[in-house]
């Protein structure tokens, strides 16, 4: 009799494991996929794009946006972040602004590339979009992959990368965004 019922229960217990883990899964594949619909309509991804990268690496900073940088080495940081002057960025600590655009855009984007190139890494640029796809801004890292959330219209929050030189994008590569407040640079 006791070894039926705990049969009952493991078999019970597997089974809502086993959907558990279906479900988990499924939810991290939408936050992930950068198709972020329904429960996670609120988060945005980045596209790669050459064009950015050569932007970036042409030391060519668009006087229509703002810049930040994030990092705790602030000569070689781990991201650079162009706003659109049409959207804000959230505030937050993580981010912080520069002030003479081009000359320090060249220092930074020299410095991360010879910090990437130690470990035969390479930054590269991408476009920030909205949850509903509209360019709200350029993003330069290593890392292609962060959290980009909606908080209104025209305000962001954007995720610092939790990197070191490790992350790993391509320019061929898609990055993408995740869904939900899990650390790693909001406020």
């Not at 493991?10 to 883990?21: D, E, F, S, Y």
């Amino acid at each position: 009799m006791k070894n039926t019922l705990l049969r009952k229960i493991t078999k019970g217990l597997v089974g809502i494991t086993c959907a558990g883990v279906f479900l988990g899964s499924s939810l991290i594949g939408c936050a992930t996929s950068g198709k972020q619909d329904g429960f996670f309509g609120n988060y945005g991804n980045l596209n790669a794009s050459k064009n950015i990268t050569e932007n970036f690496e042409n030391y060519k900073a668009k006087p229509d946006h703002t810049y930040f940088i994030a990092g705790s080495d602030k000569k070689s940081p781990d991201a650079i972040l162009g706003v659109d002057n049409n959207y804000k960025l959230a505030e937050n600590r993580f981010w912080h602004p520069l002030n003479s655009q081009d000359k320090t855009i060249k220092d930074l984007v020299e410095n991360m590339q010879d910090k990437a190139s130690e470990s035969n890494n390479r930054p590269y640029g991408a476009d920030i979009l909205s949850h509903t796809k509209t360019d709200i801004g350029d993003w330069y890292s290593t890392t292609n992959t962060t959290i980009i959330k909606t908080k209104d219209g025209k305000t962001f929050q954007i995720y610092a990368p939790t990197t070191g030189i490790m992350g790993g994008g391509s320019e061929s590569s898609e990055g993408s965004s995740g869904g939900g407040d899990t650390g790693g640079g909001g406020i």
